[in-house]
């Protein structure tokens, strides 16, 4: 949207342009919609914005461009979600706020300080009231004179009322929410490879390790390194991923081994020597013997308890196992989830992929539940789902036939006509759950645009409130093989396995394997959206 701003004001000062779309600060990230509720009891809806620096009220026409309500003497206030905006005086707009049995009201102010010395800039507009939005009318104007060589900084500079008598008495913004909570939204994205930083993991011939199970040195990582899950830990983004020694030659032969690394920019690793998960002689033995932990996802409690999802496969049926740890480097395994449901009966079917219920909070994703449980996703030709009480022990959901409710299928024609995965933990907001998954294109019925058995990233919208009912999904996949090295490997058809997302540094970084052989990173920066 600050692109399609700065285009509108290029268009009439070409000099100023490039100015304003560098430093226009917005209280959403984008236009969201809204209603204008004018003083005679009307209403309109449209798509709207709060600008700090001028404190005003922008909208966006059909045609995309940009204006500002100046002066608009019939609004008594304008609504964007659960949000609710009064005009005070002359196109100002204060935010209503409750708090405890009264309200407060925000003055949402920015000032740009440039070397340490205040300078105003942004839109300074002649127009006068603007009664109807459809015939606004964006008059003579400008953006203040700065010199693009200085560096500036916007500031946060708001201003709170409470209002007393039908006056404002201006009061402490102190434990005031002032700033504008970011809330992802459906689809997410656009995701961007960085440049020059991709595979940012790949195989090793040096890490060796002692394998309880070989009962020798084992060069762990020598073949493989792909199928990520990433969490944050103490300010790092932090990385698990599967890797596979050279035991054997073809998918599903190898033994794989969980390995962790981090890194603080996303893309530069430290890795630990050895892997933290592996087939031992411990309570999972039955399970992981010979072909060892594979595809690991991963997500953080609250109070820091971390707990990944991975496949044991003893080479006949793979089992989803789930196991704790608050270090990431120690785990305790506590088996097969679906061991205790039903008498056992899920104990021994087929399973892989899970997705479980995360939510943004303070920045971070962390899981959470819903109706009184946790939930997650789980499958990798069909998606279902599951709920527990502690996180450990999970109980499949079942149809009103007593079989496992189907929540997702392959679509004929499109890039999941082969199957749907689930990816890395699913993500609660108020719109709905985000689902990120995996799709493979079928040979004779899938989508021709994309390359036949070629596994892409697609994205699917559940109901915010009954995480078994699918709202949507996109069409297209959001994310397509085309380097090389997501074109080569063990799956010369192209993948791109996604597992691994964490909101980091106001970005989602989102981990995947390529090709079953490297880790790759895509980026979204929801500030450039």
């Known amino acids: 949207m600050k692109k399609l701003l700065s285009i509108l004001l290029l268009g009439v000062f070409p000099f100023w342009g490039l100015w304003a779309q560098e430093y226009y600060k917005l209280l959403f990230d984008n236009f969201e919609k809204g209603k204008i509720v004018y003083t005679t009891g009307g209403s309109k809806e449209v798509l709207l914005n709060y ?6 009220m922008l909208f966006m026409l059909p045609d995309s461009t940009i204006w500002e309500l100046a002066q608009p003497k019939e609004i008594a206030l304008i609504t964007i979600g659960d949000r609710v905006f009064e005009h005070v005086n002359k196109g ?13 009201y925000v003055r949402w102010k920015s000032n740009v300080v440039s070397r340490g010395k205040e300078a105003g800039y942004g839109i300074i507009s002649n127009t006068g009231a603007i009664d109807n939005v459809d015939q606004a009318a964006y008059g003579r104007g400008g953006i203040a004179r700065l010199k693009s060589t200085e560096k500036f900084e916007t500031t946060s500079r708001n201003i709170c009322y409470q209002k007393i008598d039908n006056k404002f008495k201006r009061i402490s913004c102190k434990g005031i929410e002032t700033t504008a909570k970011y809330k992802p939204a459906f689809p997410l994205g656009e995701f961007i490879r960085p440049e020059g930083v991709n595979p940012v993991l790949s195989p090793d011939t040096s890490s060796v390790f002692f394998s309880p199970m070989n009962q020798a040195k084992v060069r762990w990582e020598e073949s493989d390194a792909f199928n990520p899950g990433a969490v944050v830990k103490d300010g790092k983004i932090c990385v698990l991923y599967r890797a596979e020694d050279n035991s054997a030659t073809g998918i599903g032969t190898r033994v794989s081994r969980i390995a962790l690394t981090e890194t603080t920019d996303g893309f530069t690793m430290k890795k630990h020597p ?12 039955l399970y992981e013997w010979p072909g060892g932990c594979e595809d690991p996802r991963v997500a953080v409690t609250e109070d820091g308890t971390f707990v990944i999802f991975y496949t044991s496969w003893d080479r006949k049926v793979a089992r989803l196992c789930v196991a704790t740890s608050t270090d990431l480097v120690n785990w305790e395994k506590h088996g097969p989830v679906f061991k205790d449901a039903y008498g056992g009966r899920f104990l021994d079917k087929w399973s892989k992929a899970s997705s479980i219920l995360t939510t943004l909070k303070d920045d971070k994703l962390v899981i959470t539940k819903i109706n009184g449980k946790y939930f997650m996703y789980w499958g990798e030709y069909l998606i279902y789902g599951a709920t527990s009480d502690d996180l450990k022990s999970w109980t499949p959901v079942l149809d009103e036939k007593g079989e496992l409710k189907v929540l997702m299928a392959p679509r004929k024609g499109y890039f999941d006509s082969d199957l749907t995965e689930c990816g890395p933990p699913a993500i609660w907001t108020e719109e709905g759950i985000i689902l990120l998954y995996n799709g493979k294109n079928k040979a004779g019925e899938g989508d021709p645009n994309y390359v036949t058995n070629a596994y892409c990233a697609g994205q ?25 090295f997501e074109k080569s490997g063990q799956y010369p058809a192209g993948t791109v396995f996604i597992e691994g997302l964490v909101y980091y540094q106001n970005k989602w970084f989102l981990y995947y394997g390529c090709a079953d052989s490297h880790v790759a990173l895509t980026v979204y920066d929801p500030l450039k959206k």
Do not use: H, M
């Open 51 to 56: 600008e700090t620096v001028s404190e005003n």
């Open 274 to 285: 050895v892997p933290v998960i592996f087939p031992a002689d411990d309570n999972n033995k």
């Open 460 to 484: 699917a919208l559940f109901d915010a409130k009954d995480p078994t009912r699918l709202i949507k999904r996109l069409d297209k996949p959001f994310l397509v093989p085309q380097e090389s």
């Open 92 to 104: 100002t707009f204060y935010e209503k706020i409750k708090t405890g049995d009264e309200y407060t």
